[in-house]
């Protein structure tokens, strides 16, 4: 492939409308359950009747509707409905489609072949809250900051189309149109390159468990879309093992692909995978990444990351000649519940499950998951199967992120609810522990903003959601009053998605730069001691003690014996200790008396030392 057409990129689908080469455009929509499928033409208002075989396709090729055209389906002669593949939709989900073009953009990142999996430092960011622009420009034009703070990665919540200007993005409903409150494709592309450009990775949270209610057509012309067995939390599950299954397995591999290769995107975090049901083999979890692998994984580092409540190590298998796993890493929710309760004492929900603490924060920092088929009595079954032969780079680790902070009633971040050293003590384990950090947008300068749950639905459905925000929290004993419930925030009322907007004059300020200096140093230290470390993806041997309730020491012996080792007491009370041995090695970051004759550790205090390499 030459290198003008590689720096021209299309996924191309066997759906949607695609603007061919010859100057046609073909458009195809699956619509069993249609009696008939027009396509209508906005821009010209004219429909076309569209041909159909005998497993539901409807198609029409024509010269009329180039790049920029206004399109729609029209079923059984009058619901107009928009392309289920839509590339772009700027009037919302209930308006027309647009034809995109995607060869017309010239992408300058031909070099660009991605990051090895110790170089990542994720950020995740909700593009709507992380700027005052709320846009893909937005976040592109402050880049330099998280490039100057030692992130590598930065990871976008869904960007798929939702209903209104306002969501979290879990309930899109056209996972191919780039929100258009956002920006247009163009802008999204243009953000990648400007990432690529100052040696930023780019991921994606992608939905494929579910799809949301509102702008949600597919029942009325294709229902076999949904499954009629399973169900979600959220909404209809899809259909990955019932009749018609193979049109969805299909529609969300593409989906994978698309955003990899036309967007030139480097990896994706599937959500809640533990929700997609699919008896069938291949697991469609599979079939997907096969497909990556053998397609954008052959020519440079693509990475896909899950988020599984099941904690099924078998999906991060370093298997065959290449020890290639089928997924890069996981969430570890084990990592962060296990931090979240030693930092606030918190135990309801699930985390009841990590009582006492410390034993749950130690195994997850040496072996992946906590729970490696144990008993969750919270979950109430057998949970997780065992991690402890993976490397540390199968794990992301986190004090925050979007889920922990928005599902909680008032949206509080860790720095509203511990102590400020006891977050510093909480962050310096995170950044510096092998398993892969990630930081949550604005927690770099302890941003006081709360991430609300916020969300722009029409009709029925916004009144549903503010009521059941507020039932779902009846259970907590703060909440149980109907008075005291009034207290959460309406995630439909526009000021509650204005709180969440983050205040980018808080990091020239006191101590927003303090923090952010702490921060920087940190990953500074990560980047020069312990990636390395990580090269090659070793999987170390690894050993902890218990030194109190609160107090520990852990150790990590890579190959040719080179030893990273940790002693931490997160907690108030002061612990003692015989201080620093010879074997140790070389301190690479203390928080606390520094120096080689401590023998105490004082409250919040962690201490990191490495061994150089046997001779």
Same mark, same amino acid.
């Given at each position: 492939?030459?290198?003008?057409?590689?720096? &021209?990129?299309?996924?191309?689908?066997?759906?949607?409308?695609?603007?061919?080469?010859?100057?046609?455009? &073909?458009?195809?929509?699956?619509?069993?359950?249609?009696?008939?499928?027009?396509?209508?033409?906005?821009?010209?208002?004219?429909?076309?009747?569209?041909?159909?075989?005998?497993?539901?396709?409807?198609?029409?090729?024509?010269?009329?509707?180039?790049?920029?055209? &206004?399109?729609?389906?029209?079923?059984?002669?009058?619901?107009?409905?928009?392309?289920?593949?839509?590339?772009?939709?700027?009037?919302?989900?209930?308006?027309?489609?647009?034809?995109?073009?995607?060869?017309?953009?010239?992408?300058?990142?031909?070099?660009?072949?991605?990051?090895?999996?110790?170089?990542?430092?994720?950020?995740?960011?909700?593009?709507?809250?992380?700027?005052?622009?709320?846009?893909?420009?937005?976040?592109?034009?402050?880049?330099?900051?998280?490039?100057?703070?030692?992130? =590598?990665?930065?990871?976008?919540?869904?960007?798929?189309?939702?209903?209104?200007?306002?969501?979290?993005?879990?309930?899109?409903?056209?996972?191919?149109?780039?929100?258009?409150?956002?920006?247009?494709?163009? =802008?999204?592309?243009?953000?990648?390159?400007?990432?690529?450009?100052?040696?930023?990775?780019?991921?994606?949270?992608?939905?494929? @468990?579910?799809?949301?209610?509102?702008?949600?057509?597919?029942?009325?012309?294709?229902?076999?879309?949904?499954?009629?067995?399973?169900?979600?939390?959220?909404?209809?599950?899809? @259909?990955?093992?019932?009749?018609?299954?193979?049109?969805?397995?299909?529609?969300?591999?593409?989906?994978?692909?698309?955003?990899?290769?036309?967007?030139?995107?480097?990896?994706?975090?599937?959500?809640?995978?533990?929700?997609?049901?699919?008896?069938?083999?291949?697991?469609?979890?599979?079939?997907?990444?096969?497909?990556?692998?053998?397609?954008?994984?052959?020519?440079?580092?693509?990475?896909?990351?899950?988020?599984?409540?099941? @904690?099924?190590?078998?999906?991060?298998?370093?298997?065959?000649?290449?020890?290639?796993?089928?997924?890069?890493?996981?969430?570890?929710?084990?990592?962060?519940?296990?931090?979240?309760?030693?930092?606030?004492?918190?135990?309801?929900?699930?985390?009841?499950?990590?009582?006492?603490?410390?034993?749950?924060?130690?195994?997850?920092?040496?072996?992946?998951?906590?729970?490696?088929?144990?008993?969750?009595?919270?979950?109430?079954?057998?949970?997780?199967?065992?991690?402890?032969?993976?490397?540390?780079?199968?794990?992301?680790?986190?004090?925050?992120?979007?889920?922990?902070?928005?599902?909680?009633?008032?949206?509080?971040?860790?720095?509203?609810?511990?102590?400020?050293?006891?977050?510093?003590?909480?962050?310096?384990?995170?950044?510096?522990?092998?398993?892969?950090?990630?930081?949550?947008?604005?927690?770099?300068?302890?941003?006081?903003?709360?991430?609300?749950?916020?969300?722009?639905?029409?009709?029925?459905?916004?009144?549903?959601?503010?009521?059941?925000?507020?039932?779902?929290?009846?259970?907590?004993?703060?909440?149980?009053?109907?008075?005291?419930?009034?207290?959460?925030?309406?995630?439909?009322?526009?000021?509650?998605?204005?709180?969440?907007?983050?205040?980018?004059?808080?990091?020239?300020?006191?101590?927003?730069?303090?923090?952010?200096?702490?921060?920087?140093?940190?990953?500074?230290?990560?980047?020069?001691?312990?990636?390395?470390?990580?090269?090659?993806?070793?999987?170390?041997?690894?050993?902890?003690?218990?030194?109190?309730?609160?107090?520990?020491?852990?150790?990590?012996?890579?190959?040719?014996?080179?030893?990273?080792?940790?002693?931490?007491?997160?907690?108030?009370?002061?612990?003692?200790?015989?201080?620093?041995?010879?074997?140790?090695?070389?301190?690479?970051?203390?928080?606390?008396?520094?120096?080689?004759?401590?023998?105490?550790?004082?409250?919040?205090?962690?201490?990191?030392?490495?061994?150089?390499?046997?001779?």
């Amino acid at each position: 492939m030459s290198a003008q057409v590689a720096l &021209r990129r299309a996924h191309r689908m066997p759906f949607g409308a695609e603007a061919r080469d010859d100057g046609t455009t &073909r458009f195809r929509l699956w619509a069993p359950a249609a009696r008939s499928v027009e396509l209508w033409l906005a821009d010209r208002e004219q429909g076309f009747a569209m041909s159909r075989d005998a497993t539901g396709w409807a198609e029409w090729v024509t010269r009329d509707a180039a790049a920029g055209a &206004r399109y729609s389906f029209r079923i059984d002669g009058d619901l107009l409905v928009p392309d289920p593949a839509s590339r772009f939709q700027p009037d919302d989900v209930h308006g027309a489609s647009e034809v995109v073009g995607p060869l017309d953009y010239a992408w300058s990142d031909g070099d660009w072949r991605g990051l090895p999996p110790e170089r990542l430092v994720f950020y995740e960011i909700h593009v709507g809250t992380f700027s005052p622009e709320g846009t893909f420009a937005g976040l592109a034009d402050r880049l330099d900051h998280l490039v100057s703070l030692g992130v =590598t990665a930065v990871e976008l919540m869904p960007v798929s189309d939702f209903p209104g200007r306002r969501g979290w993005g879990y309930d899109g409903v056209l996972p191919f149109a780039p929100e258009s409150s956002y920006g247009r494709p163009e =802008t999204l592309k243009a953000l990648v390159e400007a990432c690529h450009a100052r040696g930023l990775a780019v991921f994606l949270d992608v939905v494929y @468990n579910h799809f949301g209610p509102e702008g949600n057509y597919l029942h009325r012309y294709a229902p076999a879309f949904f499954s009629r067995a399973h169900k979600t939390p959220w909404g209809d599950a899809l @259909n990955f093992d019932e009749p018609g299954c193979e049109v969805v397995r299909s529609f969300v591999v593409h989906n994978a692909l698309y955003w990899l290769e036309e967007f030139h995107l480097d990896g994706l975090r599937l959500d809640a995978v533990h929700a997609i049901a699919d008896s069938s083999a291949p697991h469609v979890l599979g079939e997907l990444a096969r497909a990556v692998a053998e397609g954008p994984g052959r020519d440079r580092l693509v990475h896909l990351v899950l988020e599984n409540d099941g @904690n099924e190590s078998r999906y991060l298998a370093r298997a065959g000649e290449d020890k290639r796993p089928l997924y890069q890493a996981q969430w570890n929710d084990d990592l962060h519940h296990a931090l979240h309760t030693l930092l606030t004492g918190e135990r309801d929900g699930y985390y009841a499950d990590y009582q006492p603490p410390l034993p749950h924060l130690a195994r997850a920092l040496g072996e992946g998951f906590a729970f490696q088929g144990e008993w969750s009595p919270y979950r109430g079954r057998v949970r997780g199967e065992s991690s402890a032969a993976l490397p540390p780079t199968a794990f992301v680790g986190f004090l925050q992120n979007h889920d922990q902070i928005g599902n909680r009633a008032l949206g509080e971040r860790i720095t509203a609810l511990a102590p400020a050293e006891a977050v510093r003590a909480a962050t310096a384990v995170l950044l510096l522990a092998p398993p892969l950090p990630l930081l949550f947008m604005g927690q770099e300068w302890a941003a006081p903003e709360p991430f609300l749950f916020f969300s722009e639905l029409g009709g029925d459905f916004g009144a549903a959601v503010s009521e059941g925000r507020r039932r779902e929290f009846a259970r907590f004993p703060e909440f149980a009053g109907p008075r005291a419930r009034m207290r959460i925030p309406d995630p439909q009322d526009e000021r509650t998605f204005a709180r969440s907007v983050l205040d980018w004059r808080r990091t020239a300020r006191t101590p927003g730069r303090e923090w952010i200096d702490f921060h920087r140093t940190l990953l500074d230290v990560r980047s020069r001691d312990i990636m390395p470390l990580l090269s090659g993806e070793p999987v170390p041997e690894t050993r902890w003690a218990l030194l109190a309730e609160t107090a520990l020491e852990a150790t990590w012996t890579f190959p040719e014996q080179r030893v990273l080792r940790l002693i931490a007491n997160l907690g108030a009370a002061p612990v003692r200790h015989g201080g620093p041995q010879p074997d140790w090695g070389r301190a690479i970051y203390a928080l606390g008396p520094g120096g080689p004759a401590w023998t105490e550790l004082v409250p919040w205090s962690v201490y990191w030392y490495v061994s150089e390499a046997s001779r």
